[in-house]
């Protein structure tokens, strides 16, 4: 199984990027897929998730209405869209793979991209 994250970059406060996860090696749509990040000297945090149709979402409260999850079980890719960015969004941004529900627990999760970071400049 593999997950790899791509899109991450420096951009400027304000601005907006879209992350990208594409799956290889499981039966995609089958798993909730959710986007973790860790910043610099902090703990790995929940995102947003998305259920196995994309019927279903769910966010951070610092990340609504900022942030849209999406996915295309016909690619196996799960998306972030990222929009109004802020220097606290900085991080290194994680996908990640649940075969049961959503969950906002990392523990959850059986497997893990490798990341990408995001970089918001004020």
């Known amino acids: 199984v593999q997950l790899q994250a791509c899109g991450g970059g420096l951009v400027q406060a304000g601005g907006s990027l879209r992350l990208s996860c594409a799956a290889s090696?499981?039966?995609?749509?089958?798993?909730?897929m959710s986007w973790f990040r860790q910043a610099p000297g902090k703990e790995r945090e929940f995102v947003a998730a998305?259920?196995?149709?994309?019927?279903?979402?769910y966010y951070v409260d610092s990340v609504k209405g900022r942030f849209t999850i999406s996915r295309d079980n016909a690619k196996n890719t799960v998306y972030l869209e990222m929009n109004s960015l802020k220097a606290e969004d900085t991080a290194v941004y994680y996908c990640?793979?649940?075969?049961?529900?959503?969950?906002?627990?990392?523990?959850?999760?059986?497997?893990w991209g490798q990341g990408t970071l995001v970089t918001v400049s004020s």
């Open positions: 998305i259920n196995r149709s994309g019927g279903y979402t």
């Open positions: 090696g499981l039966a995609f749509s089958s798993y909730a």
């Open positions: 990640a793979a649940n075969s049961g529900r959503i969950s906002i627990s990392s523990s959850s999760y059986t497997y």
